[in-house]
Nanobody
């Protein structure tokens, strides 16, 4: 079974940086796209950034210029580099993957979520 495991969340001061990782494991043939979502208390889940198989990226307006999404050479791990963090970035961050398994099955799944708290 394919799984997504997120790491890197934690507490950081305003203006600080944090790097999230999401590792996909299992019988993976290829990954079409990976993305980061976040959900703050009392708010709906929103798309933060997405990276497609060709390397193209898209970002939410609120994070443009501060966040950067990237993928490793094996295309099974996605990162979210977060700079100039503010309290408004506090949320649970979820990784999402759209991939093809070695059995040629299309799979879309979520990571477990990792808490990011920006506070002094």
């Amino acid at each position: 079974q394919v799984q997504l495991v997120e790491t890197g969340g934690g507490l950081v001061q305003p203006g600080g940086s944090l790097r999230l990782s999401c590792a996909a494991s299992g019988s993976i043939f290829s990954i079409n796209a990976m993305a980061w979502f976040r959900q703050a208390p009392g708010k709906q889940r929103e798309l933060v950034a997405v990276i497609a198989s060709g390397g193209s990226t898209n970002y939410a307006d609120s994070v443009v210029g501060r966040f950067s999404i990237s993928r490793d050479n094996a295309e099974n791990t996605v990162y979210l580099q977060m700079n100039s963090l503010s309290p408004e970035d506090t949320a649970v961050y979820y990784c999402h993957a759209d991939l093809l398994t070695r059995a040629q099955e299309r799979v879309r799944l979520w990571g477990q979520g990792t808490q990011v708290t920006v506070s002094s």
